[in-house]
């Protein structure tokens, strides 16, 4: 059974057109969404099908799975899913289901021996997902019974980048082609060989596309962010676009004399003069919040829970040039971005609260601040109205948009 059948939503208001009429038109007339698509439980459900059942979800970073035998449980569009590497060390993927009666064989990350079993009748399958013991079962009379018809249920898998991700439907695009130009904007950085170096989870009352749009837009950055907006300066800020799922910000430069936080660590060797001096800012669609800067990475994975509840785990990288960093320099930079988040979630929940208080219209976007969330508005209405396509992005990185000016050093130079 192919897994763009196990789930069939049926149409609704969100499926046509002229549901999102305030996100097609132009920036210059676009409006934010709908209350609805932040407080609604209906939506919320079609959401989980009709976005994340049908896009390449993150579900961890790739180093994660390098010690052997590590396996990750996830929730994604609805479904537990589980993610590991086979004896030859190659990414696999699987609904976390027995294909006897359905038991969920795993209920958090773990390591897995060369077998996994059922808890309940101890079906057992390999790292490749076959079904290699079924005990009592043959010898109790069934007929026409061949194991390996009931392997576990595949789900495609890449890594990208320093990511994890995986994607139930079979009709999206590769991960390659999802992410555009993306991979060659960041190839300078080599994040893959970067190495995971602190984690935090926080438990936000707010809905999911707050936080990516917030992180998306520098509009609140002087009146949320006060300290924030001393290194990463609102005229500093440039568009960071090309083709590809996913909405881009750049600083140049990453920071003033003002504060040294982003300076506490030494930068990866070998960096481009524009990487060295800037800060990347890029929303993966749909889970995705990536920080690059020339010293570390922070990745805030967004898992929903509920409507108005998103788990945010949040995992700093740093670059393999760093073999040893002292506490209190890394210390500077994760409370920085700590507080900075602590902000963001304060701001983000009280959002949340007015969008569900009642008497909400959409107001219109900034052409300057909020082109990326018109441009992920676009994404969301894609998905939900089953229109398939990877957004166009700038000509060029060296050119004013909207009111910000050049940049001036835009990303590979002029001849981008």
């Known amino acids: 059974m192919s897994l763009d059948t196990l789930h069939v939503v049926p149409e609704s208001q969100w499926a046509i057109e002229d549901a999102w009429i305030g996100s097609r038109r132009p920036i210059h007339e676009a409006h934010a969404l709908p209350a609805d698509c932040y407080i609604d439980p209906d939506f919320f459900f079609e959401e989980q099908e009709r976005v994340f059942a049908t896009s390449w979800v993150c579900v961890g970073l790739r180093d994660e799975l390098e010690a052997a035998g590590s396996g990750i449980v996830r929730n994604v569009g609805g479904r537990s899913v589980i993610v590991w590497r086979n004896t030859e060390g190659n990414l696999r993927a699987f609904l976390n289901a027995c294909r006897h009666r359905g038991t969920r064989l795993l209920e958090v990350d773990c390591t897995i021996n060369s077998t996994i079993h059922c808890p309940y009748h101890r079906w057992a399958y390999n790292r490749d997902g076959d079904l290699v013991a079924t005990p009592h079962f043959t010898e109790a009379g069934i007929e026409g019974f061949d194991p390996i018809d009931y392997g576990l249920t595949p789900i495609r898998v890449a890594s990208w980048q320093c990511l994890l991700f995986v994607c139930l439907s079979s009709d999206t695009p590769p991960v390659a082609e999802w992410f555009g130009d993306l991979d060659d904007r960041l190839a300078g ?9 602190h984690n935090q989870t926080f438990e936000i009352r707010a809905n999911w596309k707050l936080l990516s749009e917030n992180f998306q837009e520098y509009y609140h950055l002087p009146w949320v962010h006060p300290e924030l907006s001393k290194v990463s300066r609102v005229q500093d800020h440039y568009r ?13 430069p990453v920071s003033t004399d003002e504060r040294g936080d982003w300076d506490a660590m030494p930068p990866a060797n070998g960096l481009s003069d ?13 889970n995705v919040l990536l920080s690059v800067l020339p010293n570390h990475v922070l990745v805030m994975r967004l898992d929903p829970l509920e409507p108005d509840l998103t788990r945010e785990s949040c995992t700093w990288l740093l670059p393999p040039s760093s073999d040893y960093v002292a506490d209190d320099a890394f210390a500077t930079t994760r409370d920085f971005w700590i507080d900075v988040n602590s902000q963001d979630i304060e701001i983000v929940e009280r959002g949340q609260r007015g969008l569900k208080s009642g008497g909400y219209t959409p107001g219109r976007l900034s052409p300057r601040f909020e082109e990326p969330l018109h441009r992920f508005h676009n994404m969301l209405a894609d998905r939900f109205t089953g229109v398939h396509r990877v ?10 948009l909207y009111g910000t000016g050049v940049n001036p050093l835009p990303w590979r130079g002029v001849d981008n």
Do not use: K
């Open 189 to 197: 950085y080599e994040l893959s060989e970067w190495r995971s170096h």
């Open 240 to 252: 960071y676009q090309g083709v590809g799922m996913y909405c881009g910000q750049t600083t140049t």
């Open 274 to 286: 524009s990487d060295r001096t800037s800060g990347r800012f890029i929303a993966l669609f749909p």
């Open 391 to 400: 957004p166009d992005g700038d000509d060029s990185d060296n050119q004013s």
